[in-house]
């Protein structure tokens, strides 16, 4: 069985462009949960997707978009990037919402400069 | 809101125990335990339904309690393999994690 995959593994990106990510799930899993990674802050929740429709979202500025496709891939856009932006964006995969084990991909390294 | 942890963090030598703490302020449904090792991804330990409930993996356990808001992870008889930084996570309507705990285990 595969697991989450989320691509690119690595980003650059200068102040002020978009980006973005990619993360395909579990084959059968329907929810996707974004979070945003950095040294001392934990892993922070961004937003869930089940089943094409947004469930729930972190407190995030509304730079930080997402969406979800009929197949459960999910992608994640962030426009005018800022330096604090500069993170490693985990997506984790479940077969529902909530109180059922969650897979996590490797995730997409995000540098901006 | 974001469940608080303790210690942030903690150094063993191989052989012994070590308890790590989390706590919400808001009613939980469940609770999550995951372990990340530097530069790879979190990955699933266990989870705990039901209040009081102990739930084991290999020498890991832990407890939730779903009066006081908090669970326990204990590691016993640690492993060099056990080093890496230990998230829980509390289920309401999202999955929300705790700042981590690092843990090192020396020889």
């Known amino acids: 069985k595969a697991g989450v995959t989320q691509t690119p593994r690595y980003l650059i990106k200068t102040r002020g462009q978009q980006v973005t990510l990619s993360c395909s799930p579990i084959s059968g899993h329907r929810s996707v949960s974004w979070y945003q990674q950095t040294p001392g802050q934990g892993l922070q929740f961004l937003f869930e997707y089940f089943s094409e429709t947004q469930r729930n979202k972190g407190n995030f500025p509304g730079r930080f978009s997402g969406r979800q496709f009929s197949n459960s891939r999910s992608e994640m856009n962030v426009s005018t990037l800022e330096l604090g932006d500069s993170a490693l964006y985990l997506c984790?995969?479940?077969?529902?919402?909530?109180?059922?084990?969650?897979?996590f991909g490797q995730g997409t390294r995000l540098t901006v400069v | 809101q974001q469940p608080v942890q303790s210690p942030q963090a903690v150094i063993l030598r191989e052989g012994e125990d070590a308890v790590i703490n989390c706590s919400s302020s808001?009613?939980?449904?469940?609770v999550h335990w995951y372990r990340q090792k530097h530069g790879e991804a979190p990955v699933f330990l266990m989870i705990l339904l039901k209040g009081g409930e102990q739930k084991g993996h290999e020498k890991i356990s832990a407890s939730f309690n779903e009066k006081k808001q908090q669970s326990s992870l204990y590691l016993t008889a640690s492993q060099l393999s056990y080093s890496g930084t230990y998230f829980c996570?509390?289920?309401?309507?999202?999955?929300?994690f705790g700042e981590g705990t690092q843990l090192t285990v020396n020889p």
């Open positions: 996570g509390f289920s309401g309507s999202r999955l929300t």
């Open positions: 808001k009613a939980l449904y469940s």
């Open positions: 984790a995969s479940s077969s529902t919402q909530g109180s059922t084990e969650a897979f």
